[in-house]
């Protein structure tokens, strides 16, 4: 029973054997950074990031490797991600550009860049909003994308190719010589 | 990857959840145990409450059964009683008529 494994700080400690507290310290950043980057909200990503650990507890008996964590919590987090703004629609359409935006260390040129990035990126429809998430965020490749996102592998090629060429040019338009 | 493609990958680095997340999901999934364990309670008192009334209730059907029974057996003597009777008095009224 999962229950059992979730609890002290001394399971926590020990990284063997595998317990969902020992997951949910490894993996919480990549659930609520892909939640994150896709909502651009904290609080609504929070909330996401917490009901796929929950889900990840129910199953967590089955999910028998690391591998096939990550791979789960991939999947689970990208679709979720994607369900919470469809439900959400009309609150998120509006939230978009008024969210507050996290600090950013670095340069104050970068900072702006990432801050324009991540705009840019937030304007994207869902799913290849969420494809460039995956590949930038979590360095997949196209193949890897497709599986968790269940798209053809040519869908996800054409989204990169299509949100890339859309990018840049908006970048090129609006900083002119920043790249 | 071009020098673009590691800008996106420079915005879209991880970021960590609030301090308090990894507690409160933790919290999180000890309500849920709890209230899959209050529910899984629920429902074997709703199955042994439901295994019980069957119980009681093939059991009083059963009874209900024998009870029947006997009494259609009573009344069966009663009726075979009854013809027996009759029978010996139409007996003994033809016997009377045949003297007369």
Known sequence: ?179 | MDDFEKQLKDALTKKDPSPFFEARVLGAVKRQALEHRASSRMWWASAFAAVLLVITGSAWQHERTIREEAAGKDAKARLELALKITSVKLQRISRKVEGI
Request: glycine content about 4%; aromatic content about 6%; charged content about 30%.
């Open chain 1, 1 to 179: 029973m999962p229950g059992q494994a979730v609890g002290t700080e001394s399971e926590v400690d020990n990284p063997e054997p595998r317990t969902f507290a020992s997951v949910l310290r490894a993996q919480q950043s990549m659930v609520f950074s892909i939640a994150y980057h896709f909502l651009r909200d904290r609080s609504a990503a929070e909330e996401v990031a917490q009901d796929v650990f929950l889900q990840l507890h129910r199953r967590f008996d089955e999910l028998k490797s690391d591998q096939h964590i990550s791979f789960w919590l991939r999947k689970v987090a990208s679709h979720r991600s994607i369900d919470y703004v469809r439900k959400q629609k009309s609150q998120a359409a509006v939230g978009l550009d008024s969210v507050p935006m996290p600090s950013v260390d670095g340069e104050p040129e970068d900072h702006f860049l990432n801050r324009r990035l991540q705009s840019l990126i937030g304007s994207l429809p869902e799913k290849p909003r969420m494809v460039m998430i995956l590949r930038y965020q979590e360095d997949l490749m196209p193949e890897e994308i497709a599986s968790v996102m269940e798209m053809p592998v040519r869908t996800v090629k054409s989204h990169l190719q299509r949100s890339l060429a859309m990018l840049r040019e908006k970048i090129d338009r609006s900083m002119g010589d920043v790249r």
